[in-house]
């Protein structure tokens, strides 16, 4: 199984300021994809914002993008002008290309936005 | 379009009861997959599926039975629950192959063991 480390279990931010989400992974393959899932206290996975390995582009969604770095195995998330519904459990998450196509979740940040 | 629905949404066993977690989805989806989310631990892969009559295990299979009989349907089993199976379950599914393609989440159910 792939390991996917998200090492800061808790992260605050001040409403309309800027934060960045660590993620990284381990993996012995060429070809991959990478995602950040968002969980409101609601349940719901939302998904935030999606990589692939083969492109060095780094990817955005309007104030959510990536930091990707492939050789550091590195997917951090930044979160642009934080609002107060950005408030939740955040998931990095890895899928294999290959045989079976599992995806595999880190522990999760929870992101509080303070007003 | 319903996407992935689980049932139930909550559910209380007694040590040593067995259940089953529905989990449909209706986008013909081949890759349909199990999670079990604890606090601190992020989601573990349970089982997963890659097509109708074909299961493998993930990360944490112990105590858990799967079967995919059609395209739609992924039921997870537990077949003499443990409090240590006391957790939020999600039932998920994706296109094969799709790449990039994200995982459709249903709406989770939260277990817990007495």
């Known amino acids: 199984a792939q390991t996917v480390t998200q090492s800061q279990p808790e992260m605050s931010v001040q409403e309309a300021e800027t934060v960045t989400l660590s993620c990284t992974y381990d993996?012995?393959?060429?070809?991959?994809?990478l995602f950040w899932y968002k969980q409101p206290p609601s349940r719901q996975m939302i998904l935030v914002i999606r990589?692939?390995?083969?492109?060095?582009q780094n990817a955005t969604e309007n104030r959510f993008s990536v930091n990707f770095q492939k050789a550091a195995k590195s997917f951090s998330l930044k979160i642009s002008d934080s609002q107060l519904g950005d408030a939740a459990m955040y998931f990095c998450?890895?899928?294999?290309?290959?045989?079976?196509?599992?995806?595999?979740f880190g522990t999760g940040t929870s992101l509080t936005v303070i007003p | 379009n319903a996407g992935v629905t689980q049932t139930p949404k909550f559910q209380v066993l007694k040590t040593g009861q067995s259940m089953t977690l529905q989990c449909a989805q209706d986008?013909?989806?081949?890759?349909m997959s199990w999670y079990r989310q604890d606090p601190g631990m992020g989601l573990r892969l349970i089982h997963y599926?890659?097509?109708?009559?074909?299961?493998d295990q993930g990360e944490v299979p112990n105590g858990y039975n799967v079967s995919r009989s059609t395209t739609e349907d992924f039921p997870l089993r537990l077949l003499s629950a443990a409090p240590s199976q006391t957790s939020v379950y999600f039932c998920?599914?994706?296109?094969?192959?799709?790449?990039?393609?994200?995982?459709?989440f249903g709406s989770g159910t939260q277990l817990s063991v007495l």
């Open positions: 993996t012995s393959e060429s070809d991959y994809y």
């Open positions: 986008m013909n989806h081949e890759y």
């Open positions: 990589q692939e390995a083969y492109k060095q």
């Open positions: 998920a599914s994706s296109p094969r192959g799709g790449g990039n393609e994200k995982l459709f």
């Open positions: 998450a890895y899928r294999s290309a290959g045989t079976g196509n599992q995806f595999y």
């Open positions: 599926s890659v097509g109708a009559g074909i299961t």
